[in-house]
């Protein structure tokens, strides 16, 4: 109907003979294509008609004594047609109106008022609909529990027993979130509130995906593949496995494409391009397909968009979910993102409406001071304020190794003389090189090169440099050289048994030996001054804790801290060992120490307390003289964490 309308004139000639004049002016006024011609509003043909149905009511009272009964129905039957007319007129003038344009609004969301959300960027979560915000709120303590907001709500507020959630996803309906409490498993609470339940067991878990069909998709450990659980609990079932010829250890954070059947994931490590694998998974556990090599996470957004970061700020590119397949060039938004401490997370999520949501990069500078024994800082150094990030003594007492963040994230080495407040660049923003030792004699370092997990070995004398365990691209951590100059004590990260502490020989010419390995996670390690012993971090127990070992032994270790410990250090000439205890409070964080026994049977004595450092401590560095530590706080007081939320986001995609 419509579409004749538009291509024609109205049939005038069907009209009856009698109808008059001032009617048939309106009709046209009311059809005309013309919008500058046409009848503007209802009201005044409203009026009109009126006026036509007094005047046919006065004609046939002068005609009733004749016997003329002849106009009532005609006038009704006009009268119908004319306000048809002008409500196909107004509808015809609200179709061929373009809709106003979608606008780009941006706001942002803050945590509760006496708490801080946790800054990494996997910490919130948007729902389905765009009308919730899950986010993780830290409490005095550190321990981060759920709080959700309503999108017409100022304030957010609790979830009660979700105490220790890290990583959250949510139901189809947005009724529900799925979330991960550290090594307690997977559960499930309802956004309304309720006692959470508990769908099944997790360690160090990576991510999960819930469809309508209501089964969830996971990684229930760091490393290893992706399982299905049903959402109301049972026994979890593997579906993908990692491939070790492409040197995979684990498959992450999945998601569900529309399908509800398939679903996205990451395979990790990185590979030597410095990228990691992303496929497409399905609940039948059939082969994976290669979608891309991508750097970071991604997120599927609706009608067909992938959202990943490059150098932390966000990115969109087209994707067709029914062939697995990229489109286009990626179109860069001018949005930094806050990094995630989970490789091959996503860091951002939106709803199907259009609504994207992430957590803020904060810009914190930190600053190199001097802690005395007794806990009081004793003043500063000459180094400037910078994005450190770690701290590694030298041989002698005034220059140490320090890691800097470039704006994109990548780790770069400098060499600081602390007393003349001097920086030697040592490597590039973008060889992404963490982790640093510096060999006993000063002249060389080694440190871990992020972009393709190899080990490099640099002279600071001549500059030459060679690479240790370039064909093995597992998860890797430089921590220490031994006091010999001859071997590297490094962490890797195991498909089955998890980090494990590895030495390989400086020069590379054998091949890495076991240090120590078992089916927990053996971390921060380091070896007595005398090579025979490695303290380190274990978490058998259920909880970090300092054991002592000898090298290369598969016999008993000694467990020496008490209370929670990471980042042992051994002092007094391999007499001591020193250690930062779980903070306890949310003022300082306590540095225990022990005698230990290296004769004989290991053995420990009774943990005491050496000093509390400050709340906010990002790094500490024993062995400064009478100064105990060297340590990374905060230049300035950090912003308040939030959550910026993009509506209508799509509008502001610009190509590059």
């Not at 005609?74 to 196909?88: I, M, N």
């Not at 640093?436 to 001549?462: C, F, H, K, M």
């Not at 390690?525 to 300092?546: C, I, K, M, N």
């Not at 003022?587 to 230990?596: C, E, F, K």
Request: neutral net charge; contains cysteine.
């Amino acid at each position: 109907i419509i579409s004749h309308i538009l291509q024609s004139e109205p049939a005038w000639g069907a009209l009856p003979a009698k109808t008059p004049e001032r009617l048939r002016g309106l009709l046209r006024r009311c059809l005309e294509k013309d919008v500058r011609r046409r009848q503007r509003d209802i009201g005044d043909a409203r009026i009109e008609l009126e006026d036509l149905a007094t005047m046919g009511d006065s004609a046939r009272t002068m005609s009733a004594a004749a016997g003329a009964r002849t106009g009532a129905p005609h006038w009704r039957l006009l009268a119908g047609v004319a306000v048809v007319a002008v409500a196909v007129t107004w509808a015809l003038a609200r179709l061929m109106t373009p809709a106003p344009a979608a606008h780009v609004a941006r706001f942002i969301v803050a945590g509760p008022h006496h708490r801080e959300l946790y800054g990494d960027g996997m910490s919130c979560t948007i729902s389905p609909d765009g009308r919730i915000i899950a986010m993780i709120v830290a409490d005095s303590s550190g321990t981060g529990s759920i709080w959700v907001r309503s999108m017409d709500a100022l304030e957010p507020h609790a979830l009660p027993g979700t105490q220790g959630a890290q990583t959250l996803f949510f139901s189809p309906d947005g009724r529900s979130i799925g979330y991960f409490a550290g090594d307690a498993g997977m559960w499930k609470v309802a956004v309304a509130g309720g006692e959470p339940e508990r769908i099944c067991s997790t360690k160090a878990a990576r991510g999960g995906s819930w469809n309508r069909d209501g089964v969830i998709v996971f990684a229930p450990y760091s490393n290893g593949g992706i399982y299905r659980v049903p959402a109301n609990g049972g026994d979890p079932v593997q579906v993908t496995k990692p491939d070790s010829a492409r040197g995979e250890t684990g498959h992450r954070f999945p998601q569900f494409l529309p399908d509800g059947k398939h679903f996205l994931f990451v395979g990790v490590p990185a590979g030597p391009d410095g990228k990691a694998g992303l496929y497409a998974g399905s609940l039948d556990g059939s082969a994976p397909r290669s979608v891309a090599r991508v750097t970071a996470g991604v997120w599927y957004a609706e009608p067909g968009w992938l959202l990943t970061t490059r150098s932390d700020r966000l990115t969109a590119q087209r994707f067709d979910a029914k062939v697995m397949k990229l489109q286009g060039d990626p179109i860069t938004l001018a949005d930094f993102l806050a990094s995630t401490q989970f490789s091959g997370g996503p860091q951002m999520t939106a709803s199907r409406d259009g609504a994207l949501a992430y957590m803020t990069s904060a810009k914190v500078l930190t600053h190199l001071a001097r802690v005395g024994r007794d806990g009081n800082i004793r003043g500063g150094t000459a180094i400037a304020d910078g994005k450190w990030t770690a701290i590694m003594p030298g041989p002698d007492s005034h220059r140490v190794l320090l890691c800097r963040l470039g704006d994109d994230g990548k780790g770069a080495i400098v060499i600081a003389d602390l007393e003349r407040g001097t920086l030697s660049q040592v490597t590039a923003l973008g060889d992404d090189a963490t982790q640093v030792v510096w060999a006993p004699d000063g002249q060389r370092i080694a440190y871990l090169d992020e972009n393709t997990e190899t080990i490099v070995v640099l002279s600071l004398t001549d500059g030459s440099s060679h690479r240790l365990l370039a064909s093995d691209h597992s998860y890797k951590r430089v921590l220490d050289w031994s006091k010999d100059g001859r071997q590297l004590l490094y962490s890797r990260l195991d498909p089955v048994t998890k980090w494990d502490l590895w030495l390989i020989a400086v020069d590379g010419n054998s091949a890495p030996q076991p240090c120590v390995r078992t089916t927990a996670n053996e971390m921060f390690g380091e070896l007595s001054p005398d090579g025979r012993l490695v303290a380190f971090v274990s978490d058998e127990s259920g909880t970090g804790q300092v054991y002592i070992q000898a090298v290369g032994s598969a016999g008993l270790k000694y467990q020496v801290s008490t209370q929670g410990a990471f980042a042992a250090h051994w002092t007094n000439g391999g007499k001591e060992l020193a250690w930062m205890q779980s903070a306890q409070s949310a003022t300082s964080i306590p540095i225990l120490r022990a005698s230990v026994s290296v004769t004989g049977e290991l053995s420990a004595g009774r943990p005491e307390l050496v000093c509390q450092l400050p709340m906010g401590t990002a790094w500490a560095s024993p062995g400064f003289g009478d100064d105990a530590f060297l340590v990374l706080l905060p230049a300035d007081k950090p912003d308040a964490q939030t959550i910026t939320v993009v509506q209508n986001w799509q509008q502001a995609l610009k190509k590059p």
